[in-house]
């Protein structure tokens, strides 16, 4: 299994902390966002390379802390340079199958959470279903559910259909940005993008794979915290005590 980070974003929000410097690689609690993800998941014993995608802006930072590190990393740099042309999260990850011909499952995560539960459980719930997967949690807040991925599970936690900032969200389930592809549903983003899926958000790529395969949804066990914006990272930073569930 490969796991793919999204990076190649550029906090625009987060500025001037993230005008020369990718937010993935900010501090938290002692480590950086990204170490807090990596290392946690590389506990599964199940991921064999980490693809960090980068812009061309920021590759070079990655690059340094990737050659700083024990664990199997590969930047991958999409070559764009500015916020105004960016490929957006769906065309990076094509960008970065082909780049590196994968063909494996893999696991896609947005390298800007951080999480209180481990990642494992994630990992271990795809396995047990065989599908591909999202995960999902309660949001009784309309105006945050219309700035969201809003899916619909049935009973038996199959993924019936997902819509980014919907205008009427039909549930109250959210889809945060870590998700799982099987290798055969990894081959049909090409297909996704030739047949007008979304390319910005990540989630759109699950509501066009949702209607052409079997995908799961697991309630997620624990908590995400989203660094949006300076607010939000310092908040982060007072309240994170890493993995606790």
Known sequence: MKCVILAAGYATRLYPLTENFP???LEVGGKTILDWLLEDIHTSGLVDEYIVISNHKFAHHFQAWADAHTLPITVVDDGTSTN???LGAVCDIQFAIEQLKLDDDL?????DNVLDFSLVRFIRYAGEKNTSCTMRYYEADAKRLSKSGVSEIDENEVLLSLEEKPA???SHWCTP???FYKAEDAR???DAIADGC???APGSLVAWMCRHSVMHSMEMPGSRYDIGNLESYRLVQEKYRGITK
């Not at 696991?107 to 390298?111: E, N």
């Open 23 to 25: 937010k993935p690689l």
């Open 84 to 86: 105004e042309t960016r």
């Open 107 to 111: 696991l896609i995560i947005a390298g």
């Open 168 to 170: 009427a969200p039909e």
């Open 177 to 179: 940005p870590f998700y």
């Open 188 to 190: 049909k983003i090409r």
């Open 198 to 200: 979304g390319t910005d």
